[in-house]
């Protein structure tokens, strides 16, 4: 076999094992079905259209609650909002929120820091944790509420739903958007 024939086989091996050793793992989550996935709030659509949704079929409101998710405005850095579970709550202004597609294009992210910054602290306005600065981000975003999950988990319950979501070791970066 010449040195051709034995470059070409080695690169078909290599193909062959990273088709199917990265499928599951790669997956890009958009932060809607995600949210649905470890909250059990069954909305589908865009963030933004989530507490309108949420409106006769779940109970609404500015407190934050373990399993809970948190319903972000739209703007005009985030044209179809965000929506992001609450995992754990630190006091009345803070939360740990886990959520996809923040900090990395479609990466997932699990007990990120999240604070009341509203000046009547009703979470109409909060700071959340920005990966790459390592810090609350230094922007601010409106928010409309959270919204309650029927089943909301709570101690273990939380561990067990979130443990359920894939973790992603990798995330496509071709310009695409996934919707589930």
């Known amino acids: 076999m ?3 024939a034995l470059t070409a086989c080695f690169a078909l091996m290599v193909a ?4 199917t050793a990265t499928p599951a793992m790669a997956q890009f989550w958009q932060c809607a079905p995600y949210a649905r996935q470890i909250s059990g709030i069954e909305i589908r659509g865009n ?3 989530w507490w309108s949704q949420a409106a006769g079929h779940y109970a609404r409101g500015h407190a934050p609650k373990v399993g809970a998710v948190l319903a972000f405005t739209a703007t005009n850095r985030m044209r179809l909002g965000h929506v992001a579970m609450v995992s754990e709550v630190v006091s009345d202004r803070e939360v740990l929120l886990t959520h996809a597609n ?3 294009r479609g990466g997932i992210e699990r007990d990120v820091r999240a604070i009341d ?3 009547n602290g009703d979470w109409s306005m909060v700071k959340v944790w920005y990966g790459p600065q390592g810090d ?3 922007s601010a975003y409106p928010t409309k509420g959270f919204i309650y ?3 909301a988990p709570t101690g273990d319950d939380a561990v067990e739903q979130e443990t359920k979501a894939p973790i992603v070791l990798a995330s496509l970066d071709m310009g695409t958007t996934v919707s589930f």
């Open 16 to 19: 062959c094992g990273l088709m």
């Open 102 to 104: 923040w900090s990395h």
């Open 136 to 138: 609350l981000g230094t």
């Open 2 to 4: 010449n040195f051709k």
């Open 117 to 119: 910054v509203s000046p």
């Open 47 to 49: 963030a933004n259209t």
């Open 149 to 151: 999950s029927d089943h």
